[in-house]
């Protein structure tokens, strides 16, 4: 059975950290862009992080650059996103999807373009940052 599931969040106090899980199976994750994206209550879905299929491609939404990190664990076929020095502005529910096949080229693309076009999807993690 084909699937992602998304695990790590909960509940943290401002400036702390989690790390979020992004577990596949039935397909391997190496072959796939993949992309971390959040929606707030009442808020649109925002690309948050992106890494590209194999050639180690990045993108960060601005609002996350230099507290988050994405990262992929192949043997595991897993992808990780630290999230460091959390803000209550970053609670939301965060999801992963992936995408086959996305280059370096086309990364930020994935993540500010791609939330219609990807080809798997979890069914999110919740993400709250206390005051």
């Known amino acids: 059975q084909v699937q992602l599931v998304e695990s790590g969040g909960g509940l943290v106090q401002t400036g702390g950290s989690l790390r979020l899980s992004c577990a596949a199976s039935?397909?391997?994750?190496?072959?796939?862009?993949i992309a971390w994206f959040r929606q707030a209550p009442g808020k649109e879905r925002e690309g948050v992080s992106c890494?590209?299929?194999?050639?180690?491609?990045?993108y960060y939404a601005d609002s996350v650059k230099g507290r988050f990190t994405i990262s992929r664990d192949s043997p595991k076929n897993t992808v990780y996103l630290q999230m460091n020095s959390l803000k209550p502005e970053d609670t939301a529910v965060y999801y992963c999807?992936?995408?086959?096949?996305?280059?370096?080229?086309?990364?930020?693309?994935?993540?500010?373009?791609?939330?219609?076009?990807?080809?798997?999807w979890g069914k999110g993690t919740l993400v709250t940052v206390s005051s």
């Open positions: 999807a992936a995408d086959r096949g996305v280059s370096r080229r086309d990364v930020q693309g994935m993540c500010v373009y791609g939330g219609a076009h990807m080809d798997y």
């Open positions: 890494l590209s299929s194999s050639d180690g491609g990045t």
């Open positions: 039935g397909f391997t994750l190496d072959d796939y862009g």
